[in-house]
């Protein structure tokens, strides 16, 4: 009952609520980043979905226009020399991922569930198929995050295994625990790995700082 319809109408609900009460932040960062360097407000990036299916996240752009677009962060060799002034404000405050609320009205992901994969992360997909996590939407923040986030992505069958055991005992409290949880390490600016240290960057990416 609660994952097929309670969650689906708090997602829009909330996500409607935040868009509307947020709306003076959202305008005033998209006028910090446009001041701040060239290039457009959104970045935009495809993602694998429920069922694997692809489709464009939206995140506020935080690095430089000439970076790679299809390498995650953590991922990245000199992923800091990319990196905006502004842009280092909303990652540190998770600001950026606030476009995201977007793809939540649109039905493309939840509020809490394993965090998108890149389309190119074949390996992690691979792994969620295993423990069934791609059977259900992607989420602004999820069980995997709130347990190691960039951290735990180097180690992708215990990522996807985290994912996977959200995927299979989704309720009402488990979301708000994930909730809970995720705050604080925002908060506490936990589990986040900006790159690595060389300048350069393998082809295939890993998935985003959270």
């Not at 995650?72 to 991922?97: C, H, M, P, W, Y």
């Not at 069958?157 to 809970?180: M, P, T």
């Amino acid at each position: 009952m609660y994952e097929r319809y309670i969650k689906r109408m708090l997602d829009v609900v909330i996500s409607i609520v935040c868009l509307v009460v947020l709306s003076p932040v959202l305008l005033l960062i998209a006028l910090a980043i446009k001041i701040d360097s060239k290039g457009p407000v959104l970045f935009k990036q495809k993602r694998a979905g429920k069922g694997k299916v692809l489709f464009d996240i939206y995140k506020f752009r935080t690095m430089s226009i000439d970076a790679p677009k299809d390498v995650a962060t953590n991922d990245l060799r000199g992923a800091k020399s990319f990196i905006t002034r502004v842009g280092k404000v909303l990652r540190v405050t998770s600001l950026d991922e606030l476009p995201q609320l977007i793809n939540i009205l649109k039905g493309e992901m939840a509020l809490i569930g394993p965090r998108p994969a890149l389309w190119n992360q074949y390996d992690l997909l691979q792994w969620r198929d295993k423990f069934k996590a791609n059977d259900v939407r992607p989420g602004l923040s999820g069980w995997a995050q709130v347990n190691g986030r960039d951290y735990l992505s180097r180690d992708l069958e215990q990522k996807a295994h985290r994912d996977g055991e959200y995927a299979q005992n989704i309720s009402f409290w488990f979301d708000l625990k994930c909730v809970l949880l995720t705050l604080v390490k925002v908060v506490n600016r936990q589990g986040i790995v900006e790159g690595r240290e060389s300048k350069s960057y393998p082809i295939e990416g890993g998935e985003e700082k959270r």
